[in-house]
């Protein structure tokens, strides 16, 4: 299986899959924090710099002096959000930790409904990684 493939596999998978919301179930409701909105967009990548981090949303440069508040910004947008709000660096890290765990949690879970949908060992392995990535922002093609 090659990556093209683990990657429309894994896409499909995550659309059947009854995930948790984030942000909304790893902080508490009416958390404080600024107000963050963008238009539907197809294309988001992230560049880390020595003062900071850039997304790149639809080729818009959005800078963030916060890798946290970048990380925290990026999931939700992946997470399909394009309104909410960004946290204090604290609760931003909580937030993204959080939600990572979740995610190792349910590696498991992203393999087994792969073999379940008739792949082998290796393939529903090389699918639950593949489901982590894109969930955790780290697909290069996340976005699309």
Excluded: W
Aim: net charge negative; hydrophobic share 35%.
């Amino acid at each position: 299986m090659d990556e093209t493939e683990a990657r429309e596999i894994a896409a499909k998978l995550i659309r059947k899959f009854p995930l948790k919301d984030f942000p909304g179930d790893f902080l508490p409701e009416g958390y404080p924090g600024r107000e963050f909105s963008v238009h539907e967009f197809r294309d988001l990548s992230m560049y880390r710099e020595l003062e900071g981090v850039n997304l790149f949303i639809d080729g818009e440069r959005i800078f963030f002096s916060s890798i946290q508040q970048a990380k925290f910004a990026r999931i939700c947008l992946i997470s399909g959000k394009l309104k909410f709000r960004i946290p204090d660096d604290q609760d931003s890290k909580m937030a993204v930790r959080h939600y990572r765990q979740y995610l190792d949690s349910i590696y498991g879970d992203f393999a087994k409904a792969a073999v379940e949908s008739g792949l082998d060992e290796k393939n529903s392995e090389a699918v639950a990684e593949k489901c982590v990535e894109i969930l955790n922002g780290e697909d290069d093609r996340s976005s699309e």
